[in-house]
């Protein structure tokens, strides 16, 4: 039976320690029917060495260098350029998804004839230490929902690649894909549908942007001003926003 093809996207930068538990988890997905395109970026460390690696082993991953650091955004923007599949995934390089992932959310495309699919996580330490709590997610979103919370991890999306070619990532100091994913679902009737299933396990690290919870928080600001969103409304989505965040990285702790 022919199947639709997904490209996955991973931004890699130095990330020789958790890069190959990432790719693992790509090559065991029960969605057969996917390349995985490794976009370095500008890598130091053994990153360039271990991708290779990967490229000469399965013959769906392609490793890709960038001409100069481009960061995350416009990593993924180079890779969705360079992608062959319908569809688009992203996964961070120190991420990883469970097996069923894109099968379970291609299921869930094809139920609900959606473009647009995010799925709930798990978490874990820096070494890998699974943590207790699961992110639920709603079963759709839509803009303004979103803009009370942002329920769709980036490492957890499939998304159909000619509505993504649509909104670039912009490589400016703000959270890139939520204000992406706000962007998109604010087009008339566009709502992103979830699996409530922790099929992303994401790595909590103490270095990472989101790491950062008060720089976090103006990035999250700077895309309701960017939206073009009144103060008032910048304002009571952001209180919204902060409450909603706070109360789950309570339960992180």
Known sequence: MKTEKISIIMPAYNAEKYLMEAVQSVRAQTWEDWELLIIDDGSTDSTARLAA??????????????????GAAGSRNAGIRQASGQWLAFLDSDDRWEAEKLEKQMKTAKEKNAA????????????????????????????????????????????RKDWMRAFPEKQVPIHE???????IL????????????????????????????????????????????????????????????????SRLR
């Open 53 to 70: 690696k990967c490229q000469k082993e399965d013959a769906r991953i392609r490793y890709i260098r960038n001409s100069s650091n481009l």
């Open 116 to 159: 647009f699919l995010y799925t709930g996580s798990g978490f874990m330490d820096e070494d890998g230490g699974k943590k207790q709590w699961v992110l639920n997610v709603p079963e759709t979103v839509g803009f303004r929902g979103l803009l009370k919370q942002n329920v769709i991890s980036c490492s957890s999306v499939l998304i």
């Open 177 to 183: 894909d939520f204000a992406v994913w706000l962007e």
């Open 186 to 249: 604010r087009e008339e009737g566009k709502r992103a549908y979830g699996v409530n299933e922790p099929l992303l396990i994401y790595r909590i690290r103490s270095g990472s942007k989101s790491g950062n919870k008060r720089k976090a928080a103006a990035m999250t600001f700077r895309v309701y001003r960017l939206l073009g969103l009144p103060l008032w409304k910048c304002v009571f989505c952001f209180v919204c926003y902060t409450w909603n965040g706070l109360r789950k990285y």
